[in-house]
């Protein structure tokens, strides 16, 4: 089975600007298959959202641990949150607060805010 990620982007955003085409190279040189998707058109839905932020490790510690992950997965001026349903609440009502851009790898369950953009080789090294 070819591996897959998935780019939730935006192409008006510098590192995002910066980070697909690191990518695109990747999934050209290792030849998995790279999913690119303008989050603000196409949203994560709830359940998405919810994935990514436990692949980001959500929901696996303490409280505290939990609510600086789900704030980290959203833009700096984006309200305060402290739990995955809130996090999910704030990219529900708008979804240009959520950070970017985001890799997944759905089938490994690992996910990563590519900030800055060279963070993409994290999400690629394995496959």
């Known amino acids: ?14 590192t995002c ?4 085409p690191l990518l695109q190279k990747e999934a050209e ?13 196409n949203p994560l839905t709830p359940e998405q959202v919810e994935q990514v932020l436990t692949f980001l490790g959500a929901g696996q510690g303490n409280d505290e641990e939990t609510a600086k992950i789900c704030q980290n997965f959203l833009r700096k001026d984006a309200p305060k949150v402290s739990s995955i349903a809130e996090a999910k ?28 953009a060279d963070l993409i080789y994290e999400m690629t090294k394995d496959l």
């Open 89 to 116: 609440k704030v990219v529900a009502d708008d979804p240009a607060m959520m950070q970017r851009p985001i890799v997944v790898n759905w089938s490994a369950k690992k996910a990563m805010v590519c900030r800055p």
């Open 17 to 20: 600007v910066t980070a697909t």
């Open 29 to 41: 040189s290792k030849g998995f298959e790279l999913e690119m998707i303008e989050f603000r058109y």
């Open 1 to 14: 089975m070819t591996a897959s990620l998935t780019l939730y982007h935006n192409p008006k955003c510098g």
